[in-house]
Nanobody, 129 residues
Framework: EVQLVESGGGLVEPGGSLRLSCAASGFTFSKYYMTWVRQAPGKGLEWVSHISGDGDRSVYADNVKGRFTISRDNAKNTLYLLLNNLQTEDTAEYHC??????????????????????WGLGTQVNVSS
């Protein structure tokens, strides 16, 4: 059975960093694009980043570009998101999901976890002083 399990969230001060992990199992991890999305309090689901199966292509939302880095270790079946220079606006529950986001999701108009065949339960990132 496909499983995605996020970890690494926590409480951090503005300007701090976290590294999120997503452990994948139950499928051939390297064959799939992987995506990070997040949901902040009072807001809808927001696309953050995605990466190709071999790691050659990665794309970021404008408001995280230059601060966040997506990566993957296919030998470990693990997806990562490094969050640098965190801001209070980054406070959200972060989910990984298998596959590429819909166009509407990656352009910021509409995202839903049900757009993906599989997703994890999420890990909470709280940025506060």
């Amino acid at each position: 059975e496909v499983q995605l399990v996020e970890s690494g969230g926590g409480l951090v001060e503005p300007g701090g960093s976290l590294r999120l992990s997503c452990a994948a199992s139950g499928f051939t991890f390297s064959k799939y694009y992987m995506t990070w999305v997040r949901q902040a309090p009072g807001k809808g689901l927001e696309w953050v980043s995605h990466i190709s199966g071999d790691g050659d292509r990665s794309v970021y939302a404008d408001n995280v570009k230059g601060r966040f880095t997506i990566s993957r270790d296919n030998a470990k079946n693990t997806l990562y998101l490094l969050l640098n220079n965190l801001q209070t606006e980054d406070t959200a529950e972060y989910h990984c999901a298998r596959g590429v986001p819909r166009y509407e999701c990656s352009t910021g108009s509409a995202c839903s976890l049900t757009d993906f065949s599989y997703w994890g339960l999420g890990t909470q990132v709280n940025v506060s002083s």
